[in-house]
């Protein structure tokens, strides 16, 4: 359809994205798309339970939406790998997250593994990925980014970051490079309160910017804002997603991105609760957004529709800017050929999870374990009583999703150890958790503590079950199975290794490398002690990357 034959209410229809419940098309999404002009569905966990139905969904939503317009649906996900997957099924391939991926160096299979990822969504309707972060994680406390990120090195990160950007693209998925103008050196997360970078414009163009900057030299299709305040840029107490200074001034003039600008989330508390989700809608668009996203609410949804139409009525958002917006959207669905409607053929599920996607898999998890310190208790003794303890993820956050695992470690420790013994524990054990942990260890010879972001106060219980064992057991091995940082909280740990991810191919990577099966190949991504600059100990974060 010519922009030209569009009305107000379809321009403005095309550049808003939303989400809904279920695992079927509702009344809501219907409404959405047939009454406010929907242009972008965004799918969470909610909405998929197998690769056949996520296939059905996205073919029934492309069809509702090609009774009124010939214009097709962006379908998006935040599929960015590792920890942060909605998709994790067995039978569909689940690449390595970032930080994974930083800490293997390999510039191939960093591509090989995002187009992998691309050609798997593009299968089940999927035509966009909010994926890669390229922040840069400089912030051991940061809350939300950590492994998200490909490390603290601007070059890593920008390498990474483009080949992952070229992988999903080549697939005919448009790939977006978040959150501008950078989250990772904050200490907030803005999906609870609004977060500072108070860095200097000088340092913030040659650290924060630059992944951002290469990846538009790569053709990135979509950038996506920061709820973040950056005062070099913007001097006024608002988030770069509202400051025209942020994504017209800087973004679109100064770097000369012509893709797309779309917003994070604006039922995030740093929109939110400050503006409201509405008026955050209009501030958006006002500053230079092409798209804006409200995942959750159908109340909150139609008045940013509301509120968007009318502002354009009102002239307080023109016409011309309008135009300019919806151009770019409808120039993307057909350069991605997002018309194309999905189908289950006869041969559907061979295409995933195929051997030689594994073995990408495989090898990127293989060469991302990383030792960090060792005192002479590896490789584990196979005659020797071997505990496991093992947490798991029970409580939901806004990355986080509660998983039950059933394979972990303790599984791929058990073909060379002759007797392995797993205990669980949540993520966050109290007091009582903590003395029944410690009191079970108290027979076995050999502990091997798997710890998640024990780094987080919230996860003070972790810290408190190794720092207790680890002084009472000779042989006591700890590998985070998420942010590396967790090492600064012990006391004295005599073996520590980095796995960034606690999914089933890093854990046989990790398990093989405890018995001595494999060489740890890893080399850290960022630095997790101040008195090593580039890192700690064995591991130099500057080796250049493959």
């Known amino acids: ?66 009774k009124q317009t010939d214009i097709p649906l962006f379908i998006c996900i935040d599929q960015e790998g590792g920890m942060v997957a909605r998709i994790d099924w067995d039978d569909v391939t689940l690449i390595p997250g970032n930080m994974a991926v930083g800490a293997a160096r390999d510039a191939q299979l960093a591509y090989d593994a995002a187009r992998i990822c691309g050609e798997e969504l593009l299968k089940m309707g999927i035509n966009m990925n909010f994926a890669p972060s390229v922040d840069i994680n400089n912030n051991a406390k940061n809350p939300v980014i950590g492994v998200r990120s490909y490390g603290e090195r601007p070059d890593l990160v920008s390498q990474l970051g483009n080949a992952q950007i070229r992988g999903l693209q080549d697939a005919n998925v448009s790939a977006t490079a ?48 920061a709820h973040v305040m950056f005062p070099a840029f913007e001097p006024e107490e ?62 909150e949804q139609t008045a940013a529709i509301e509120a968007l139409v009318a502002a354009a009525r009102a002239g307080r958002i023109s016409e011309a800017q309008i135009n300019a917006s919806v151009e770019r959207i409808l120039q993307l669905k057909q350069r991605r050929q997002m018309d194309i409607l999905p189908e289950v053929t006869a041969d559907f599920a061979e295409q995933f999870a195929t051997d030689a996607a594994k073995a990408v898999v495989e090898q990127i998890c293989e060469k991302s374990i990383t030792l960090i310190k060792d005192e002479g208790l590896l490789p584990l003794q196979s005659e020797l009583k071997t505990l496991v303890i093992w947490p798991e993820v029970r409580e939901h956050t806004e990355v986080d999703e509660p998983i039950v695992q059933k394979y972990t470690v303790a599984t791929g420790l058990e073909p060379y150890l002759g007797d392995v013994t797993e205990y669980r524990i949540g993520t966050q054990p109290d007091a009582d958790a903590v003395a029944a942990a410690v009191k079970f260890a108290a027979d076995y010879e050999q502990i091997v503590i798997v710890t998640y972001n024990a780094v987080s106060q919230l996860h003070a219980g972790q810290v408190e079950i190794v720092n207790q064992l680890a002084n009472s ?37 990790l398990a093989e490398v405890l018995v001595g099966r494999k060489q740890a190949e890893g080399k850290l991504p960022v630095t997790i002690n101040a008195d090593y600059p580039y890192g700690y100990g064995l591991n130099d974060s500057k080796q250049p990357i493959a």
């Open 238 to 299: 608002r988030p770069a997603t509202v400051s025209r200074r942020v994504l017209t001034d800087l973004l679109r003039n100064r770097l000369q991105y012509q893709g797309i600008i779309v917003t994070d989330c604006l039922e995030m508390k740093a929109i939110s609760d400050v503006y409201g989700v509405a008026e955050g809608a209009v501030m958006s668009v006002e500053a230079g957004a092409d798209v804006v996203l409200v995942s959750h609410r159908f109340a």
């Open 1 to 66: 359809m010519n922009i030209s034959e569009l009305t107000l209410e379809q321009k403005i229809g095309q550049m808003v994205m939303c989400g809904f419940k279920g695992l079927e098309v509702d009344e809501d999404i219907t409404t959405l798309i047939e009454k406010n002009h929907l242009g972008g569905i965004i799918y969470f966990r909610r909405n998929l339970d197998n690769k056949e139905q996520t296939c059905k969904l996205s073919r029934d939503l492309q069809l509702i939406s090609k």
């Open 473 to 509: 057991h000779e042989r006591v091995i700890v590998a985070s199975s998420r942010n590396p940082y967790d090492l600064n909280q012990f006391d004295s740990v005599k073996t520590y290794l980095c796995c960034y991810e606690n999914r089933p191919a890093s854990m046989t990577a």
């Open 178 to 225: 978040k959150h501008f103008p950078g989250h990772g050196d904050t200490a907030v997360d803005s999906h609870h309160g609004l977060a500072s970078v108070a860095h200097d414009e000088e340092r913030l163009t040659n650290l924060e910017l630059v992944p951002f900057v290469q990846a538009i030299s790569a053709g990135v299709d979509l950038i996506m804002t």
